[in-house]
T-cell receptor
């Protein structure tokens, strides 16, 4: 089965950098996703990592270490609009099914 | 852009009613999913489908059924609604999850009274 852990809440200051961690245990690894979900809205796809290392996409970067079962999402130059829940998800089989973590609620303060 | 449309944003139904939640996607995706999202419990998979007329149970299928008669449409059915099915229901689709991830609909907030 799948087990995914993320911190429940984080707070950071506008303009700062924040790292949101995700650890997972899985019987077979097919990559790891990060999604962003603003309050009252649907999740939107942010990133996908299948190989070890850092993938950068603008202000957002995602890192994966398969040997450690660990990923993080790095948000730079934080903006107020980055206040949202960030969900880590692991595909469970080749039919595209994913198991989601409970999400980390990030609050960005002025 | 891929669009996933859920027919209702808010629904209020009575206990015991049969409820249909509709989801339509416009990009010829093979895979479609129904999740529910509850505070403290995260996103939980109810059912998914990887082809027309194909369906598989997710983690919490009890009290639900699904229908996929056409590739673009995936319906979730609550056979006899109960108050513990009050939740946010999210439909998602994907072509190749590895490359693009899920595209979610805007969600249906269902309240069963």
């Amino acid at each position: 089965g799948q087990n995914i852990d993320q911190p429940t809440e984080m707070t950071a200051t506008e303009g700062a950098i924040v790292q949101i961690n995700c650890t997972y245990q899985t019987s077979g690894f097919n990559g790891l996703f990060w999604y962003q979900q603003h309050a009252g809205e649907a999740p939107t796809f942010l990133s996908y990592n299948v190989l070890d290392g850092l993938e950068e996409k603008g202000r957002f970067s995602s890192f994966l270490s398969r040997s450690k079962g660990y990923s993080y999402l790095l948000l730079k130059e934080l903006q107020m609009k980055d206040s949202a829940s960030y969900l880590c998800a692991v595909p469970t089989n080749n039919a595209g099914k994913s198991t989601f973590g409970d999400g980390t609620t990030l609050t960005v303060k002025p | 852009d891929v669009k996933v449309t859920q027919s209702s944003r808010y629904l209020v139904k009575r206990t015991g009613e049969k409820v249909f939640l509709e989801c339509v996607q416009d990009m010829d995706h093979e895979n479609m999913f129904w999740y529910r999202q509850d505070p403290g419990l995260g996103l939980r998979l109810i059912y998914f489908s990887y082809d027309v007329k194909m369906k598989e149970k997710g983690d919490i299928p009890e009290g639900y059924s699904v229908s996929r008669e056409k590739k673009e449409r995936f319906s979730l059915i609550l056979e006899s609604a109960s108050t513990n099915q009050t939740s946010m229901y999210l439909c998602a689709s994907s072509l190749s999850q590895e490359a693009f991830g899920y595209t979610f609909g805007s969600g249906t907030r269902l309240t069963v009274v």
